[in-house]
């Protein structure tokens, strides 16, 4: 069952639940997905308010990149309209140690550190969100149970890695494969995925 986003879609997509999801649900969640909240709200607050994402949970996200640069006080830093928003963790090597937030070697990376100068002003938006390292298994299922959207390439893609995936649409259960081939001829601009991880696919390598 999916959790309604604080701000609903201005143009509603068409739904599509995937159950169980195979690993390749990784690749999507990977390259982006976008959700419709509230921006212009701090870091902090919009993982906890629009995400829903508990200490816990935001604990477990030791490298947040907004915008592509690393965000080391999410307190401060300012969601702005159609922002990408990463979130990582155990990233290998001095560079993935150099991205944690308010790293002891933080200096390394002074050029590309966000800085914000702009104060909160909350107001619906839509954000892109993408998931790597540790992190990809241990919220993933967090964002497919309340529904993310997804493009059309997207969808292909994933179809391509799990083609005998149920996909449901439009009351209608297919094959991922099938689906894929039914939505080639016209396809939407995105839909609105929902999706159940199992313990069997959650854990699986990258894709």
Request: net charge negative; glycine share 8%; proline share 10%.
């Amino acid at each position: 069952m999916s959790i309604p986003l604080a701000v609903s879609d201005p143009s509603p997509a068409r739904s599509i639940h995937i159950e169980p999801a195979g690993p390749a649900w990784q690749l999507i969640m990977q390259s982006g997905v976008g959700l419709w909240a509230r921006v212009g709200l701090t870091v902090a607050d919009f993982l906890t308010q629009e995400l829903g994402l508990s200490e816990e949970q935001q604990g477990q996200a030791d490298v947040l990149m907004l915008d592509g640069m690393p965000v080391d006080d999410p307190a401060t830093a300012i969601v702005p309209p159609n922002a990408r928003l990463a979130l990582a963790a155990g990233l290998p090597g001095i560079v993935g140690l150099s991205l944690k937030k308010d790293s002891a070697i933080k200096v390394l990376r002074a050029t590309i550190t966000h800085f914000e100068q702009d104060s909160p002003d909350p107001r619906p938006g839509r954000v892109t969100l993408c998931l790597y390292s540790l992190v990809l298994p241990l919220l993933a299922g967090h964002f497919l149970r309340r529904g993310v959207l997804i493009s059309h390439q997207q969808f292909q893609r994933y179809a391509g890695r799990s083609p005998s995936d149920n996909c449901r649409l439009d009351g209608r259960v297919w094959p991922a494969a099938e689906l894929a081939r039914e939505l080639a001829g016209a396809p939407p601009a995105e839909f609105l995925l929902t999706a159940v991880i199992t313990p069997e696919t959650e854990g699986q390598p990258h894709v």
